[in-house]
């Protein structure tokens, strides 16, 4: 069976940085796309970034603003998110998901989803 399994989250003062975990098994992490969301309480769930493993490529949400650094290694199949200058704004649950790739392209529904990990930035 697939898991998807976040990890890094925790409490942290404006200003400061996180790195973020997701490390997936079951699955063969060449054939997936892989991306980041956020959901704060109250507010819809929100695209963060994410990373294609056939080659690597990267995508960022337009609510990052360069902040926030996508990052893998597929040897541990793990994805990672490396955030910085973090805001209060930026509190919620951080979750991971995986979508099958084939040759031509990335399927539109997500797979597989992990159970998150909380983010909580003070003031």
């Known amino acids: 069976q697939v898991h998807l399994v976040e990890s890094g989250g925790g409490l942290v003062q404006a200003g400061g940085s996180l790195r973020l975990s997701c490390e997936a098994s079951?699955?063969?992490?060449?054939?997936?796309?892989m991306d980041w969301f956020r959901q704060a309480s109250g507010k819809e769930r929100e695209f963060v970034g994410g990373?294609?493993?056939?080659?690597?490529?990267?995508y960022y949400g337009d609510s990052v603003k360069g902040r926030f650094t996508i990052s893998g290694d597929n040897a541990k199949n793990t994805v990672y998110l490396q955030m910085a200058s973090l805001q209060p704004e930026d509190t919620a649950v951080y979750y991971c998901?995986?979508?099958?790739?084939?040759?031509?392209?990335?399927?539109?529904?997500?797979?597989?989803w992990g159970q998150g990990t909380q983010v909580t930035v003070s003031s």
């Open positions: 998901a995986a979508r099958r790739c084939l040759a031509l392209g990335c399927l539109r529904e997500y797979a597989y």
């Open positions: 079951g699955l063969t992490a060449s054939n997936y796309r």
């Open positions: 990373i294609r493993w056939s080659d690597g490529k990267i």
